[in-house]
């Protein structure tokens, strides 16, 4: 059975305590459940809104993009608060390409004429916006330089399926300018599309459909995008590899060898600028040719046309291609009998502009976890396991800060980390839970142990209320929640994605208005209105977060389980079997319908539309091999679960188990981009933040490459054989029971 300490600090605490939850915590004896509770308590008591009001307030009182003077004073006043708090603390440097902008220009140059403004203006409502000679105009980073004037196609959202739509009618953007809406996917990949297309430069806007006045109001008066608000942002390749485009797989110290901005795949090939839907109604005003398709349409008060033209389009623009300092904050505070097993929170702390949402929301949730463990500290307690913070900075430009940091420490990393725990913006609202899901059962009885700030019932039933009554399938009326897959946009993906480090990612909101992202109201003023006025739920957030934290540092064995992830990888498996099954009827379908001449006919005359080509036939694949590795998986899964849920607590067990989340990952990486190494999750090619779950059978089949889907089988299903050893490892050192442990 499960060792039945407790710490001498916490016994009188529970002679007087409350009743805790008659739920045995995962990981925990009974009695060590019980201390656990107590602990967890007294942190709470530690919490206090006005902790987090008073440090936003801080933080983002002037602009604080990468490598400003601002950046720099954050990284030192949020040090110093760890060292207050007891933590060992360093501010540790990496040297990264930040590009900003020297030059902007946009103009419509025929039929009319147009200059764009390219600016958010100064508002009374809010003096944060005032204070207009610290910002970055908007842009985005890592487009390339370039001085163009071409004919203006608008291409919807800019994603593959948009170029079939315009094949289709003819219409090739080869040596044009397109001009692609925010949505759909990352937009970074809208400029991707459009170069592998033969576009000469991308401009991206936000419609009001999506996050302006067709939402609600816009700001100041609510909280949506005005007509003026602009959304920055990265447009590297993040697909390929997050972090300095410069230094793959290498953290990036002032003296590491650097490739040129030319000669990095991550760097945009074409010129890219975000503007207002104020400057685009004129640009999209003046586009002749089709309608655009109904789904296509925004909710500007124009006739959306496709062309290309008569709208003719000059931009320049120019960077300073500089190499900036990026200041990570690192501090921990070491176990009292694993000092080598590390527990990770972490929350990026630079914004594009002010960055109050995003992310100092989730910052100061941390700060206050730190705080309240800070105090208990005080007190006399010492956590199990080595708890460490990384405030990142360069998370925006496309995870800089932490990629590099875990590049500069991979082998320590890969040696000593059990689990990392993300937040980034969060808000008021609805509980958000995504990550490896040999954690699911464990934070879902952490949200079962938190209130809602604003109905009293736990976070976890305020979600699945919402959840239910929007219709949900998967989310089941009694038991756990399934939490999402991860696929990139925050501060995990080196953690998860290219280490193979079990991690999850959590935050609330769903009833905070958006409009503010990425733009220069995404303020303090903004977030006291709309976001969380009164950061109830940014306690909230520091009540689930330090929970985890502090479970998984003194869990007796680490509360990971293993049937809940196979359930879902069966789900995944039977999913992509489906997808080929459907694309194989669809395509015989479509090619009856081709060779029959029914789209022919079925197009009006007038419309220019052609008819769709024949497609090449589905071949019959084989899931024979990752079935079996399946049927593997879950009797070893099943065994894992039963012998570790009856186990003593040893560092043997504990060490197979954290070695887990590694057995999914590969050297060779994915198809095409072998950072990413781990085989069950991963950001899409042509989604950049959504999740492609087994991606590298997943994308063949959806990008029709059957002899690479043959071929990714074989390395999934010898992945899947991995995972099944390592949980026979698992379930033996658990029918082990302790033993004579050795320095790790």
Not at 287 to 300: H, I
Not at 500 to 515: Q, T
Request: charged fraction near 25%; include cysteine.
């Amino acid at each position: 059975m499960l060792r039945r300490t407790i710490p001498a600090f916490l016994v009188i605490g529970l002679l007087a305590a409350t009743p805790f939850s008659e739920e045995v915590l995962i990981g925990f004896s009974e009695a060590g459940s019980d201390a656990q509770h107590a602990l967890e308590d007294t942190y709470d008591s530690h919490l206090n809104a006005k902790d987090l009001d008073n440090w936003m307030k801080f933080l983002t009182n002037m602009p604080q993009p990468v490598g400003s003077p601002k950046a720099k004073e954050n990284a030192e006043f949020v040090a110093s608060l760890f060292e207050s708090w007891g933590f060992e603390t360093e501010i540790e440097v990496f040297h990264v390409l930040f590009p900003t902008p020297v030059e902007r220009q946009l103009e419509l140059i025929a039929p009319t004429k147009y200059t764009a403004v390219l600016s958010e203006p100064a508002l009374d409502e809010d003096k944060s916006s005032q204070k207009k000679g610290a910002m970055l105009p908007p842009y985005n980073a890592y487009s390339a330089d370039g001085d163009v004037t071409g004919e203006l196609i608008f291409v919807n959202q800019g994603i593959p399926r948009d170029y079939e739509e315009l094949e289709r009618r003819g219409i090739s953007v080869e040596g044009k300018i397109v001009i692609a809406k925010y949505g759909g996917s990352w937009r970074g990949i809208k400029p991707k599309v459009a170069f592998e297309h033969g576009a000469i430069a991308c401009i991206l806007y936000s419609d009001p459909r999506d996050d302006g006045y067709f939402q609600g109001d816009v700001y100041p008066k609510g909280a949506y995008k005005m007509e003026r608000g602009v959304q920055r942002g990265s447009v590297a390749d993040m697909p390929q590899y997050p972090g300095d485009p410069l230094t793959p797989f290498v953290g990036a110290k002032e003296d590491t060898e650097r490739m040129t901005p030319e000669e990095s795949p991550t760097v945009m090939k074409i010129p890219v600028l975000p503007i207002s839907y104020e400057d685009a109604q004129p640009l999209l005003e003046a586009l002749e040719g089709p309608v655009a398709p109904a789904s296509w349409r925004g909710a500007l008060p124009i006739t959306y046309h496709i062309g290309p033209g008569p709208a003719q389009v000059h931009l320049k623009l120019k960077f300073s291609w500089d190499i900036v300092p990026a200041y990570n904050v690192i501090a921990r505070m070491e176990g009292s009998e694993f000092p080598d097993e590390w527990i990770m929170r972490g929350n990026h702390r630079d914004g594009w502009v002010f960055g109050a949402a995003d992310p100092t929301s989730g910052q100061v949730a941390m700060l206050a976890e730190a705080q309240a463990i800070g105090e208990l500290a005080k007190a006399g307690f010492r956590p199990k396991r080595t708890i460490m913070y990384g405030s990142w900075d360069a998370e925006e430009p496309g995870l800089l800060g932490s990629t590099e940091w875990v590049e500069y420490h991979r082998d320590e990393i890969d040696q000593k980390m059990i689990a990392y725990l993300n937040t980034d913006g969060s808000g008021r609202g609805f509980l958000g839970m995504g990550g490896s899901h040999t954690m699911q059962d464990f934070i879902n009885q952490v949200a079962r142990d938190v209130s809602d700030p604003q109905t009293g019932v736990t976070v976890l039933e305020r979600r699945r209320a919402r959840d239910l009554a929007n219709g949900s399938t998967t989310t089941p009326e009694k038991g756990d929640i399934p939490i999402n897959p991860l696929g990139s946009g925050s501060d995990y993906s080196p953690y998860l994605q290219h280490m193979g480090i079990a991690s999850l990612n959590i935050g609330f909101g769903g009833e905070n208005g958006g409009g503010s992202y990425h733009t220069a109201y995404d303020t303090y003023e903004h977030y006291k209105r709309f976001g969380d006025p009164d950061f109830s739920y940014g306690v909230t957030l520091a009540k689930m977060m330090g929970r985890s934290t502090l479970r998984l540092a003194n869990a007796e064995v680490l509360p990971f389980r293993f049937e809940t992830f196979v359930g879902h990888v069966e789900t995944y498996v039977k999913e992509i079997e489906e997808l080929v099954e459907t694309t194989r009827a669809e395509t015989l379908k479509h090619n009856r319908l081709v060779e029959s001449g029914a789209y022919a006919l079925a197009i009006d005359p007038k419309d220019g539309l052609q008819p769709p080509k024949a497609k090449s036939p589905v071949p019959h694949i084989s899931f024979a091999s990752v079935n079996n590795a399946v049927v593997a998986l879950r009797a070893a899964a099943k065994a894992a679960d039963s012998a570790v849920a009856t186990a003593e607590a040893s560092d043997h067990l504990n060490v197979a188990i954290a070695q887990l989340e590694r057995a999914m990952t590969s050297d060779e990486g994915l198809p095409r981009r072998p950072w990413f190494r781990h085989q069950v999750y991963a950001p899409g090619f042509y989604t950049g933040y959504g999740v492609k779950t087994l991606p590298g059978i997943r994308e063949a089949a959806e990008e029709l490459k059957w002899d690479e889907m043959n071929e990714q089988m074989i390395r999934v299903a010898a992945m899947m054989n991995a995972v099944t050893d390592a949980m026979n490892t698992i379930k033996n050192a658990a029918s082990m029971g302790p033993v004579e442990e050795t320095a790790r």
